[in-house]
C-alpha cells in the first residue's frame, strides 16, 4: 500500500534553532501533502497545505514566517520550524492522499519536537 | 471552515460490550468522513471511511452511520476486544481535501 516517510521521528532542539522534517511519499506521486500538528492527549490540528511547485496555504493562526513549508518535488515536503521555543513542541504529521479516486489519506510516522 | 465536534472524549467498555462514537460536522459541503485509530505515539490509522451518498457502512465489528440531514455520524464498534483501546479522531473533509478532525475519544475496553 501507499507509504509515506516521515522523518526525524524524534528531535530535541535548543530554542532560537531551526528544525527541518521531512515528508516523502514513497511509491506514489503526491502533488498536495498535508501538515498537522497534535499538542499531547489533543485532536490533529491542520496547520498548511503543501502544494508541489507552487506557495503552501495556512490554516488561521498559523505563522508562515515561522512554519516554513516547501514542496520542491512530487514526493517531497518539508517543515522547517524557524526559531524554535518551547511551545512549538509538539508531534507533527504529514500525510497525502494516494490517489484522485480514493479520499484516504496515508499518514506518516510523526515527528515529535521538543524544544528546550 | 468546518467544525467537527466529538463526543464522548473518554469511553469504558467491558470486554464484548458495544462502543458507540458520535460525531457532528458543521459544513454541509462536507462529503467525505473517515475514522482513525490512533495507538500513543504513533500516526492515525484508517480503520472506516463513509461518503455522502451512503447512510451506513460496515466492516466486520465496525460500522459507520451517517446522516446528512443532521449533520451527524457514528462510529460503532461491536464485541470490543482489549486491543481496540487508543484513541480514535472521527474527520470531515470535502472530496478528500483537508481534514477537519474531531477533539478525539479515548476508547479503554476492559478485559
Known amino acids: 500500500g501507499a507509504v509515506v516517510s516521515q522523518h526525524p521521528s524524534w528531535v530535541i532542539c535548543k530554542s532560537g534553532t531551526s528544525v527541518k522534517i521531512e515528508c516523502r511519499s514513497l511509491d506514489f506521486q503526491a502533488t498536495t501533502m498535508f501538515w498537522y500538528r497534535q499538542f499531547p492527549k489533543q485532536s490533529l490540528m491542520l496547520m498548511a497545505t503543501s502544494n508541489e511547485g507552487s506557495k503552501a496555504t495556512y490554516e488561521q493562526g498559523v505563522e508562515k514566517d515561522k512554519f516554513l513549508i516547501n514542496h520542491a518535488s512530487l514526493t517531497l515536503s518539508t517543515l522547517t520550524v524557524t526559531s524554535a521555543h518551547p511551545e512549538d513542541s509538539s508531534f507533527y504529521i504529514c500525510?497525502?492522499?494516494?490517489?484522485?479516486?480514493?479520499?484516504?489519506?496515508?499518514f506518516g510516522s510523526g515527528t515529535r519536537l521538543t524544544v528546550v | 471552515g468546518e467544525n467537527v465536534e466529538q463526543h464522548p472524549s473518554t469511553l469504558s467498555v467491558q470486554e464484548g460490550d458495544s462502543a458507540v462514537i458520535k460525531c457532528t460536522y458543521s459544513?454541509?459541503?462536507?462529503?467525505?468522513f473517515p475514522w482513525y485509530k490512533q495507538e500513543l505515539g504513533k500516526r492515525p490509522q484508517l480503520i472506516i471511511d463513509?461518503?455522502?451518498?451512503?447512510g451506513e457502512k460496515k466492516d466486520q465489528r465496525i460500522a459507520v452511520t451517517l446522516n446528512k440531514t443532521a449533520k451527524h455520524f457514528s462510529l460503532h464498534i461491536t464485541e470490543t476486544q482489549p486491543e481496540d483501546s487508543a484513541v480514535y479522531f472521527c474527520?470531515?473533509?470535502?472530496?478528500?481535501?483537508?481534514?477537519?478532525f474531531g477533539t478525539g475519544t479515548s476508547l479503554t475496553v476492559i478485559p
Open positions: 459544513d454541509s459541503a462536507s462529503n467525505y
Open positions: 463513509i461518503r455522502s451518498n451512503v
Open positions: 500525510s497525502a492522499r494516494p490517489g484522485q479516486a480514493d479520499y484516504g489519506y496515508t
Open positions: 474527520a470531515a473533509s470535502r472530496s478528500g481535501n483537508q481534514f477537519y
